[in-house]
């Protein structure tokens, strides 16, 4: 995805070549959200809104309380599970869009066996929903990931289309065999209070799942910078020939990357419905597959990074919505900055700087 | 057709040079205070190490790079060259190494592409003129003193041939300056001498020909003029007569040592000449535009360099791959030790003991935006030595890194460091110090000095002798013929796919390997070793 030298943490390498490549991930992190939060004043400007003042009513609406802190948490807890299923298939050169329909499914599972599996088993009706998620998002992941490695169907193709099979499959069971019988159209039953995953600081909708997006952030970090399959995974990503001369086998390695993604794209999903909705229904995942990409490519699929544009994202969501109910401004300038981030963050600052000398690179 | 192009005017001194150029990349000194000349009707040989600095000086005579100090010179007047589109309006055109034909049209097409002549219909309309283009084309043909079939497709079409279609392509659009940018490093011998009659004709009309090259016997047959380039500067400037190879070769050098693949080849002893590698009735098909292989078989024996020559695409390189497991074979054998490897992996092929040197440094050979260290480990992430549990031991994989460098040599700044910042010699020992940690018996190496300077050189021959007197051995492929009959014991020739010869290193010169090299594959019995 970038074209910066990835390393891994090679030992005694001189402490400035370290200080050199952090200085180097900040600015592509920063550079990107300065220009979209730019791009947000002119659109407020031209609404007759004063973009210093949203942007700061903005800041305290999502971090000045411990009941605003927790509501950016828990709106980046989503964005946690689908960045790094984003950014395991990107770090190895695999442009996977389809992590929203796996979440989906994957939410479907869950609240499907939270609410039919018998209350009498206790606390294992949760591993068992979330397994059952887990296995549903990475079958679903997993057949794209066979169509490009043995038949070279194209990913950013077959991935996208899957995410409207998905809804649509999710649809037509909500409205079928799922339907709850008590409440309304397009929902399951909620899931028993047994399934629910604790709350953390209430009444804030904080939830556990929280804390199962970081550790997922942290096994990624730990699959991408220390073990055999995570560094063959990225010499897959940076050069495919080079890859397979030295004797990695390329389609096993996309399989298994799809897979994983799947796993934790399934995990998130369940997450989100037994620790946020407590059901499935219509509208599940507000967009946090492609909110989860912009995350990955802002962080350019670093795990540090992962945690802070979610937090960021998580932010912009949460304090979105309460600006909207409380003032003229639409939801909508979220969208723009979330878009215009995901735009920037994949411009390369080393050609930016060329340009703007007019040289040819 | 070509409006504004300037006809050679014979009264000038300088058709196209340089004064006092510097170009810097950074805290690079690609051309410091480099100054030359080239009057009509010269061929002027621009010679030198690589990163001497040749490429950056044509880049800025294309008008694709402006140099931060001097100017260019043309018709005797300094002129800025703004863009490669002016440069080409003033007569300068440039010949590449890869050729820039569209290989699904045909050689006429290709000659006119981008420059049609029109025939009007009625009004505004107008359509390609194919006849005059014929006319056109037979013109020059005649000029030049080649023959070429117009209609063939220019994919089907043998390399010299699509080399000629370039220069004359440039001769239409009334260029009369031309770059060749190592013309001969595609050709058989009897090609190169054709191509030297065609410049040395087109010298005759009046054109300069700036030729860049790294053989100095070609600079010898062919070049009026000499301009020697080491570290940015051009070191020394003479006519041909004057310069002999040896004094170019200093010069080239500098204070560095000689050649060292011209010594006599040290007596390597064979010993009891057992068959390690032997492929029989290799048959591979074509994918894309490859060459298919035809009943290949070959025997390689412990301790033995077996060179396999060839005009480029008759099949060298395919059939290296299939040695490597990286294409797959229609039919045939190919077994190491007994053990039976047709149908597998190519990770089968490395775990029996095969090594593999790509001719694709760039791409296949080394993963550019990689570190060095990633670069010299990898595939070796499963070995237990550098694992700990699960994970990578990254301390052990630090030191073997750096013992890996070390062991061949290699020069580099941190173990961090992109494995661009190396210099393409040091690039190359990289993957050898990486193909040969494993120990493999058996080394696959295709075009292993392409792109290197004369040290760098040297330093790869001796690498590949060490490892077969370490009782390994190594199939070398390569395009320079004086680098298989220095090393090679036993040289194979492919055409058209198929194995039509083999010399021993004795009877090997550039004359009896170069004749079975255009041998047609068709119908020839394999020459007896």
């Given at each position: 995805m970038s074209d910066h030298v990835n390393t891994d943490a090679m030992p005694a390498d001189g402490l400035a070549a370290m200080v050199r490549r952090g200085l180097d991930g900040t600015l592509r992190f920063v550079v990107p959200i300065g220009i979209a939060f730019a791009v947000g004043a002119v659109l407020l400007l031209a609404i007759g809104e004063n973009p210093l003042e949203t942007y700061s009513l903005m800041l305290s609406e999502a971090f000045s309380s411990q009941r605003r802190f927790a509501a950016t948490l828990s709106a980046a807890t989503p964005l946690l599970f689908t960045a790094v299923a984003t950014a395991i298939c990107f770090r190895t050169g695999v442009f996977n869009v389809g992590v929203d329909g796996a979440f989906i499914l994957g939410g479907l599972a869950a609240a499907t066996f939270g609410v039919m599996l018998p209350m009498s088993i206790g606390w294992w009706i949760i591993p068992l929903s979330i397994g059952a998620a887990m296995l549903v998002a990475a079958f679903w992941l997993w057949i794209p990931g066979v169509l490009l490695a043995r038949l070279d169907v194209d990913e950013v193709v077959s991935t996208l289309m899957l995410n409207f099979v998905a809804l649509g499959i999710a649809g037509f069971l909500v409205n079928g065999v799922l339907l709850s019988e008590t409440s309304g159209n397009n929902t399951t039953e909620t899931i028993h209070s047994t399934a629910e995953l604790s709350r953390l600081v209430p009444p804030s909708t904080l939830h556990s799942g929280f804390l199962l997006g970081l550790a997922c952030v942290f096994a990624y970090a730990l699959w991408s910078s220390v073990t055999p399959a995570g560094f063959e995974a990225r010499l897959v990503g940076l050069n495919k020939r080079f890859a397979r001369a030295v004797g990695i086998s390329i389609p096993s390695t996309i399989i298994v990357v799809m897979v994983i993604s799947g796993l934790v794209a399934g995990l998130g999903g369940a997450s989100h419905a037994l620790g946020q909705v407590h059901k499935f229904s219509d509208g599940f995942s507000a967009g946090y597959g492609f909110t989860g990409m912009a995350v990955a490519l802002l962080a350019r699929n670093s795990a540090l990074g992962i945690v802070f544009g979610a937090i960021l994202f998580g932010a912009l969501a949460s304090a979105g919505t309460t600006i909207q109910l409380f003032s003229d401004i639409p939801l909508d300038i979220v969208n723009v900055i979330e878009g215009t981030v995901m735009i920037f963050a994949v411009v390369e600052l080393g050609k930016l700087t060329l340009w703007r000398k007019g040289k040819r690179p | 057709m070509s409006p504004e192009h300037p006809r050679t005017d014979r009264s000038v001194s300088t058709r196209i040079g340089a004064r006092d150029i510097s170009k810097n990349y950074g805290l690079v000194q690609a051309n410091h205070g480099v100054s030359f000349n080239v009057t009509p009707g010269q061929i002027h040989a621009v010679v030198g190490e690589n990163g001497a600095g040749k490429s950056t000086l044509m880049r800025i005579l294309q008008g694709l790079e402006r140099p931060d100090s001097g100017t260019v010179i043309l018709n005797d007047e300094p002129v800025q060259l703004r863009d490669p589109q002016q440069a080409i309006r003033l007569g300068i055109g440039m010949v590449h190494q890869?050729?820039?034909?569209?290989?699904?049209?045909?050689l006429l097409e290709n000659l006119v592409l981008g420059d049609e002549p029109m025939r009007t219909i009625a009004g505004p309309i107008a359509i390609v003129d194919w006849k005059k283009a014929l006319t056109e084309a037979r013109a020059l043909e005649k000029r030049a003193g080649v023959a070429i079939d117009w209609n063939r497709p220019t994919a089907t079409a043998p390399v010299h041939i699509q080399q000629y279609v370039e220069i004359l392509r440039l001769l239409r659009r009334g260029n009369d300056v031309l770059i060749l940018d190592e013309p001969t490093a595609v050709l058989a011998p009897q090609q190169v001498s054709k191509l030297i009659a065609l410049l040395k004709q087109l010298r005759d009309q009046g054109a300069s020909i700036i030729f860049i090259s790294h053989k100095l016997h070609e600079v010898v047959a062919l070049a009026d003029h000499v301009t020697i380039m080491r570290r940015g500067k051009a070191v020394a400037s003479a006519s041909v007569d004057e310069l002999d190879i040896a004094a170019m070769t200093r010069h080239i050098m500098g204070d560095a040592p000689a050649d060292p693949s011209e010594q006599a080849r040290a007596a390597v002893v064979l010993p009891d000449a057992r068959r390690i590698l032997r492929v029989e009735g290799l048959c591979a098909v074509t994918v894309d535009r490859s060459q298919a292989l035809n009943n290949i078989s070959m025997d390689v024996c412990l301790g033995e360099i077996v060179g396999i020559a060839g005009v480029a695409g008759n099949g060298q390189e395919e059939l290296m791959e299939c040695l490597a497991g990286l294409r797959s074979m229609s039919s045939g054998s190919i077994s190491l030790n007994g053990a039976e490897l047709a149908g597998k992996e190519n990770m089968d092929f490395r775990r029996a003991g095969i090594g593999y040197v790509s001719p694709d440094r760039a791409h296949e050979g080394l993963a550019r935006l990689a570190s060095i260290a990633d670069n010299v480990m990898a595939g070796s992430q499963h070995a237990p030595a550098f694992l700990k549990g699960p994970f990578r031991n990254l301390p052990a994989v630090g030191r073997a890194a750096r013992q890996r460098l070390a062991n061949l040599d290699v020069r580099y700044g941190a173990l961090s460091d992109p494995v661009s910042s190396l210099s393409g010699g040091n690039q190359q020992k990289l993957v050898f110090a990486r193909e040969t940690a494993s120990k493999p018996q058996v080394l696959i190496v295709s075009q292993p000095t392409r792109g290197v300077d004369l040290n760098g050189i040297a330093a790869i021959h001796a690498i590949l002798r060490q490892h077969c007197e370490g009782g390994g051995c190594v199939v070398l492929a390569s395009e320079e013929l004086d680098e298989l009959i220095a090393l090679c014991d036993r040289i194979l020739v492919l055409s058209e796919g198929r194995m039509v010869g083999a010399v021993r290193n004795e009877d090997a010169t550039p004359e009896t390997i170069g004749k079975l090299m255009l041998a047609s594959g068709d119908g020839l019995e394999m020459a007896h070793v």
């Open positions: - | 890869e050729f820039m034909l569209a290989p699904e049209l045909t």
